[in-house]
Structures are given as C-alpha cells and as structure tokens.
C-alpha cells in the first residue's frame, strides 16, 4: 500500500510554477473522477455515475478558473509551463482500482471526495508557508482558501448522502465554544504523546505562528458568551474522545458548521482560521496512516 502525501517536494519559486502546478493537479482530478463515472456507466450505476460527473464538472470549472487567472497575470507564454516536480498523490486509490470496489456508494463517493480537498488543501497549505516570494505564497494562500470552500460544500453533499442511505436525520448536535477548547486541549496532548514527531512537525509548519486553538476559543466565549452551535450527528465515532483521528475530523466539521451559522464578524474570521488549521491537520493526520 502507498502512502497519501500532501506534501510538496520542494517549495515553489515562481508564479508560473504555481500555476503549472494548480493546472496539473485539477486535470487529474477531472480525469479521475471521469474515468470513475465512466466505471459506473459501465456496471449500470446511473446513481453513482451521476454522483462523479458532477465532481467531475465541478474540477472542470476549476480548471477553467485557473486558466483564466493564469492568462490574467503572466500572459499566454505561460500556458505551457510544466510543473517543476511529480505531482503529489492526493487520491486514496487510483481510478481504476476504486472502480472495482462493489462497496462504493455515493456516500463513499463523497467521502473519498472530501479527504482529496483536504489533502489539497494541506498541500496550497505548505506551499504558502515555503514560498520565497510574496506573490507566490498570495497566490498559494489563494488557493488554499478556494480549497476550503470545496471541502465544506463537499462535507454539505456528504452528510446530505450519509442521511440519505440511512434514512434518519438524527437530532442535531448542540457544542459550546468550552467544548471546543477542551477538545483542543485533548487533541494537542494526544498529539504530543503519540503522534509521530515528523507528524507535529508537518502540522506546525503548517499553522504557523498562530494563537494556541483553546485559546482562541476561550477568548472568543469570552468576548461573544460560549455561543452554543448546532451540528449535525456525525456518528458515535464523534464522541471517542480517545481516537485522535475522530477528533480532528470532528473539529474540522464543527469549525466548518459553525462558521456556516456566524453572523459575526469577528466569530466568522475566527472560525474560518480555526477550521483551515483543523483541515490541514486532519489531512496531514491521515496522509500519515496507510492508504
């Protein structure tokens, strides 16, 4: 089995790399979610093929925004760049592979979906804090951003699907920003005692020089009262406080849900923060499992 990397090679020197790079990375995206719609049609899936054609037009469209904010900024000489190294494997599992699994259900099929955002999203990540140059880590921190709003619209459609298949919706889950905090402090522990050092290292690189979470969380119940938030039942893995990987996972749905609710904003600009360094750890969390 490979390992799931979301981690650049080298850091990017130049907009014309960055861009390169971001052009490469979505055309992969579209071919593999094509060809799995293609996998679909071809075994009579016409749910599944339908779910993969519209994330396979919705790479198209990102495609098509970074060709034209390439063209905008360096001209048409730069349409033909190549990446400057091998693109990273952001996918659980290659195309054709996945398309042999008779367990795939459009709920997987999103879920799969999600974890690739992610992973993009901690690579843009990196690539920003590795930049020598102002406008290529604007730029990444751009594209990070973008990133963001996919895996929240994707985890939206996921537990649409998840609901779907099982037919509930479950009563929603009512969180305080107290909470919150000592479940940063519990992850951050966890962290400390079990994660492998390369691991802390990658998510630190990552966060930057930013206030600790539980912190941040404190200060905002304080500011704004413990603004008790809404989200949806995410399954009895949520609450095992004792699985690391649950608990990352269960901080990026909340910050995403909460900010989704934010009419402040300040608690907005906050929430937004919290839930791009919950993205980037849990991608870097998983990235550093198995696939």
Do not use: C
């Amino acid at each position: 089995m490979t390992r799931v990397e979301a981690i650049p090679p080298a850091p990017l020197r130049s907009l014309a790399e960055l861009f390169a790079v971001a052009d490469a990375m979505e055309r992969d995206a579209v071919a593999y979610y094509a060809a799995m719609a293609s996998a679909m049609h071809a075994r009579d899936d016409r749910e599944l093929a339908r779910v993969f054609e519209r994330l396979a037009d919705i790479e198209r469209g990102h495609v098509a925004e970074i060709g034209a904010w390439r063209r905008s900024d360096l001209g048409d000489t730069a349409m033909n760049a190549e990446p400057p190294w091998p693109l990273p494997d952001i996918f659980d599992a290659p195309a054709a592979e996945a398309a042999r699994s008779r367990l795939i259900t459009p709920y997987a099929a999103l879920a799969a979906a999600v974890r690739q955002e992610e992973r993009a999203f901690a690579f843009w990540a990196y690539v920003a804090a590795q930049a020598p140059a102002r406008e290529v880590r604007d730029a990444a921190e751009r594209m990070a951003h973008e990133e963001l709003e996919h895996v929240s619209l994707l985890r939206q459609e996921r537990r649409r699907a998840f609901h779907a298949e099982r037919g509930e919706h479950g009563r929603p889950l009512v969180i305080g920003l107290a909470d919150l905090a000592a479940r940063e402090r519990k992850l951050a522990a966890q962290l400390a005692a079990a994660a492998d050092p390369a691991l802390r290292l990658a998510i630190d690189r990552v966060v930057g020089p930013r206030p600790d979470a539980a912190h941040r969380l404190e200060a905002l119940a304080a500011d704004h009262g413990d603004l008790p938030l809404a989200v949806a039942p995410l399954g009895p893995a949520a609450t095992d406080a004792d699985d690391l990987i649950a608990t990352a996972e269960f901080l990026v749905e909340t910050y995403l849900a909460a900010a989704e609710q934010a009419r402040d904003e300040a608690v907005l600009g906050v929430l937004q923060d919290l839930a791009a360094v919950a993205v980037a750890r849990l991608a870097i969390l998983q990235g550093g499992e198995p696939a």
